[in-house]
């Protein structure tokens, strides 16, 4: 049984566009392409802890639709695992009781190490919505899950990196279950 290896972070959760609507919610601009950037301010500046605030409580951060159905469906093929970076302890903590919540295991890595490359997925399946993992891990298959974030401003030669491009979750079905070759 292939093993697939899937991204939290704008793959399975819809965590930028959570921030982004938090932060627009208190009255607060983005002056950034990529709010997570945000993060790297100061302990007590008002973008930090809204951020730090939402990345330590993963149960309340909105789940991508289809999500949870595909994850039901693929675990039936599957073994599915999670893989994500954590900047903080509270975002390491709040992701691992996750995984936990829907009995999965979870593959954490400090991001300020060298991220997911670290991560032996030889044979497996990749999904995730990072450029940067998509290029560099050494999975057999890369889907590459559409991030509108990234996306903006690059032309289609130079987003579209993966072996395969789901737009969503029911494409990742599709892709993995329904006959599509790969």
């Known amino acids: 049984m292939d093993t697939i290896y899937m991204d939290l972070d704008d793959t399975f959760f819809n965590t930028e566009y959570y921030i982004r609507a938090v932060l627009k919610n208190n009255g607060l601009p983005v002056p950034v392409p990529c709010v997570y950037t ?5 302990e007590g500046d008002v ?16 789940i991508k639709e289809g999500a949870i159905n595909s994850l039901r469906l693929l675990g039936t093929e599957y ?12 975002e390491k903590k709040s992701k691992q009781e996750y995984a936990d919540s829907i009995g999965k295991e979870i593959i954490l890595v400090p991001s300020e190490d060298v991220g997911k490359t670290s991560v032996d997925m030889s044979g497996g399946i990749c999904i995730d919505d990072s450029l940067d993992v998509i290029n560099e891990c050494n999975a057999k298959y890369k889907i590459q899950m559409c991030n509108k974030y990234v996306a903006r401003n690059m032309s289609y030669k130079d987003y579209l990196i993966g072996d395969a491009f789901a737009e969503n979750f029911y494409d990742v079905v599709d892709i993995l279950l329904g006959g599509v070759s790969r």
Do not use: A, Q, T
């Open 47 to 62: 973008y930090h802890e809204i951020i730090e605030g939402i990345m330590n409580h993963y149960d309340s951060i909105p």
């Open 79 to 90: 073994n599915i695992k999670l893989c994500s970076s954590y900047y903080s302890e509270g």
């Open 38 to 42: 945000l993060r790297s301010f100061k």
